[in-house]
């Protein structure tokens, strides 16, 4: 059933294609006979057609000033009152036809087109009307860009309408002939004449009509000029008159906007300081600086518009005005749903809201340092790469901010610092950014991370100074030297080894070394050892915690101290089989 009702809609729409094809085809053929017959008349055909018509539309003038005085004289001697007001009343109307064979006349000889005007409505109008009466400037100003092809178009239609008119009259007076000579439609003589002569006016119309539209096509025909210079000429039309226009408002609009900013800070100052005589010189008294320089460059953009609008005014120009009005009330109808946002965003503006100037503020998870407020606000961190955001107030509509203090963090490290992570992740911070962190780890592998999963991961900086702790365990049978002997001996140790592979750098870079007894453990007596580094032996970090553990293997194998280790103790039952396992653990 689908296939078969495609398939039938197909054939419709081939059906419709057929019939309408050949009747688009017979139009364009017209339109192109039409054409054809204007393009073969010449100049001195031209000029014949022009005194041909300018001899005829004398006679009807003549006529009609003929039959005007013949009514006036009429009027004058008729005593019926009926009949003299249908004279009067046939008299204006020629009046009107004269006036307009006149103007036609004038318009023939002269070829320009004049006496356009129409006769304007003093009734009272409706707003429909009052509103085309405001865009009827910019309606004006479009279609006269395409006036010619419209005119041209109207009359290639009317010479067709025409044409086929005339033919089917002309057909229609020989058929009335033809059957006045039948003896069948004798009968129908006196009709038939008077029918004969009323085509014959008609005939006699539409050649009238059909000689004036071709005259007219021939003559805009005539004026047409090439491509090129039809679009100069508008070009040139545009910039002679609200081209001209258009430049004295934009460069007004211009000179105010720029005298506004180079004064900008000596108003702004004057009116500040006049603010500070009154409200005082403490911090928070300086909340009406930014609500001046709002209001300052608002007054002077309106201001300008202002006077970009009074030129173009005092210009007549009502088609820029109109154009320029329409665009600022439609923005603003559009608008008029965002109306409380726009209003929270100008207490950001304004610097009255509960974000302020100068003041620090977190932004997806940064602290950032608030810089300038705007419908953009500009925010900086100074130990970020790229650390400039320009962002859009309402992102900041539901943050706050509070005052910066001395030693504000403005983010966990700094580039070349040595940090860990929560994972144990151990490296250097290459490069940092608002949007990404790379760390280069021991090797030289490269760990991408976002900011956020930076800061979430707990980072340590340990470029700003560390310590190491580890906790190593000697046997029970050393406890009687265990705090005279080995752990003087340890911390010897330990301290001549970081010494001989740090060398210089020992001394300011390792503070302090310290080695304690800890606790008792189960199977050991735990010694402590912590050594506090400055930040410059962040990236040898692992190696000085391999260094103390060598260095006590060391101490140990000089001194024959012993380690304990994990051991098994079984109990043995009077038939020899074991009675209980206990395994001992023991540090290492």
Known sequence: MYNISMLNRFLVLLILLSTLMPCAYSQEIEVAEIKSEVEELGDDSFEQIKLDRLKRMRKEIVQIESQIYMNKKKVLTEPDMVLKLKLESENSKLLKEYNAK???????????????????????????????????PVLSGIKSISERPRQIQMLEESIKVYKEELNNVELAIDKIKEFRTDKDYKQFSRVMKKSLKKLELLEKDYKIKLEDAQFQLIKLEKNKGSFVGVFSQVIFDFLKTKGKNLLLSISAFILIIWFFSRVKNKVISFFVQRLIRFYGTNEASFWFVRPVKVIYSVSGFFLALFVALIILYIMNDWVLVTFILFTLGALVWSSKEYFPIFFEQSKVVLNVGAIRENEIVIFQSIPWKVKTLGYYCRLENPLLTGGTLRISSRELLTSHSRPIQANEPWFPTKTNDWVILDDGMYGKVTFQSPEQILIKLIGGAIKYMKTDEFLKSDPVNISTGFGIEQVIGVDYSHQKIVLDEVIPNIKETIIGSLKDYLLDEYEGGVYEVQVDFKTTGASSLDIRFFVICSGTLAPKKLIIERKIQAAFVEVCNTHGYIIPFSQMTVHMAPNGKPMKLEEDERDS
């Open 102 to 136: 006149r103007i036609l006349f004038i318009e023939t000889l002269t070829g320009l087109s004049i006496f356009r005007s129409k006769d304007m409505n003093s009734e009272e109008k409706s707003f429909s009307d009052n509103l085309s009466d405001i865009f009827r």
